[in-house]
């Protein structure tokens, strides 16, 4: 976390340098916004009086048509700009200095755009596929909130550079842009966010697929070890995973084993129930083994009939139980030792 | 593609092209088979619902689109008698092997959401929600 | 294995055909998809008369096409597992899909009583083994 304060631009808050303009126009803040809003009022009014023909917009609108035509005015300068701080301060390391000017430029156009039309659902569609594009190149969080911040930082400098010499104007634009601004950043790094986060389950999907096979061992014979902890997400993608290999395997005989897993509550306990149903309507015998006394009383209390479900102590008892079923005859290995 | 596919129900066949609209819709949203079976059979439950008991009704299918996931929703209404005892029905007792055979604890497992408004004579709003990451 | 004719159905303007096959003391019947309720009601009606009109002592119902089983479509099969058996004759459900049998055992129904296999090889081979430790 204290990695994300690094890279914002240290400046921006006050921090060491020159930048006493800045620090100024804060501390007359409040005493400038009540000025502002005075002046506000009186030039909505002139505005009304002076062109009859002209809309009824409030001075926000108005404010930021005059901020996105002076962004789309200075574009090339604040696009530039905007790259070079990103690489100074070492964003986005992962992409090349070109690739890093072509996002930053569709980057800025969305964020002028937004900032035109008040409508934000461009904006989102471009943070999502940006997104993808960069998240599998190990771009993280915090680089992107970071750049985002400097655009706005970069844009509110460009502002204030230009509307130096009229405070007021100067209160009044900032006082439209921010807002806009802020959720233009918000919009981005959320959609950033909610794609990683859709990464990440898609790769949990994959590991919990790998890490459970279903592996015939024999003709008509599966064999489903689980092992560790189960979910009922997991145990609902182990249902699906086992159903296919039966149809694919024409498996007879499933043997579950669950040795290795230490505990069930009742929603997975059911779901293991609901496999062995799910295996008979594909004509599959279901054989369970190492169930622990624990999981045998989670299964007694949501009212599985012991009896009725074909359970052995342990796999190898199960699988030459399986082999009985399907009429292979056991020979014990060690026989006449 | 947002809209309301919307279709009447009178007779059993409407069940099926309730059921087939669901499906389909509902791969082209990139639900796997699985999910899409299972939302088609909800939809069947629900329609069946509406012929036995109310002799007609609507099912309504939509895709609903939120910034993080998308999603399916299906509502299912009818002006019929409505039912006396909501809580009664959503009971595990109640199931459909039974005769009283409403399914709606079934159609519940199905789905991610579940809601429902029946009333005295004033018909039965059924409305499922399936999400997709 | 002789052909023996596909009944048609004809509840209103809709056609459903549901071919039987006979196969020496068994019949086959192989379903089709979007079956409707009237549908379903009808192959009940159908696979009675076809029984004690062949005599069968068995009886496979082929639902590889169905891609929804719900709670009518169950019923009804047990239905039709349960007359048949009456008749003294045995019913094999084969060919439900895995999707299907997912949302199935989801929704709380499962066939119960009703013998089911894989598939129509599988259907064929249980009813044989069967009736060859009956011979």
Known sequence: MSQSLRVLPNNWRGGSGSQTPLRKFQLRAKVRRTVAKDAERLERTALRHHDPEAPALNGTALLLRELVSHLRQNRTQLREEWARRI??????TAMSKDEIFAEATAVYDQYVEALETGTFEALQAYARSLSE????????????????????????????????????????????????????????????????????????????????????????????PIIGVI????????????????RTNRAKVVVIDITGVAAMDATVANHLVQTVEASRLLGATVI???????????????????????TVGDLQGGIEQAERLLGYKVVPISAGG | MNETIRVPIKSDKDIVAARQKGRTLALSLGFSETDSTLIATAISELARNIVTYAKKGEVRIRAERQPSRRGIIVVAKDKGAGISNIKLALQDGFSTSGSLGLGLP???????????????????????RKWKA | MQEADAPQFRPGEHTVEVPVLKQGPFLIATVQAALTDDDLVQLRKAMIERVVGSRSLGVIIDVTAMDIMDSFASRTLREIAQMIRLRGAETVIVGIQPEVAFAMVQLGITLEGV????????????????????A
């Open chain 1, 231 to 246: 979910d009922p997400q997991r145990a609902r993608q182990l249902t699906e995973q086992l159903l296919r290999g039966i």
């Open chain 1, 288 to 310: 369970v083994t190492g169930l622990s006394p624990e999981i045998a009383q989670t299964l007694v209390t949501i009212g599985v009939d012991l009896g009725k479900m074909n």
């Open chain 1, 87 to 92: 690489t100074e301060a070492q964003l986005l």
């Open chain 1, 133 to 224: 594009r960069i998240i599998p190149r190990g771009v993280e969080t915090h680089e992107v909130v970071g750049i985002v911040l400097l655009l706005r930082d970069v844009l509110a400098r460009s502002l204030f550079a230009k509307y130096q010499a009229d405070f007021r104007k100067l209160d009044r634009i900032l006082d439209a842009y921010e807002p806009a601004a802020n959720r233009i950043a918000n919009t981005v790094a959320v959609g950033f966010v909610q794609e990683r986060e859709r990464v990440i389950r898609q790769q949990q999907e994959a590991i919990r697929e790998l890490s459970t096979p279903v592996l015939q061992v024999r003709e008509r014979l599966l064999i489903l």
């Open chain 2, 106 to 128: 079934g159609v519940k497992r199905l789905v991610d959401e579940f809601e429902i408004v029946s009333g005295n004579g004033r018909g039965t709003v059924v409305t499922i």
């Open chain 3, 115 to 134: 013998v089911t296999a894989l598939d129509l090889e599988e259907g064929l081979d249980y009813l044989n083994q069967r009736f060859k430790s009956n």
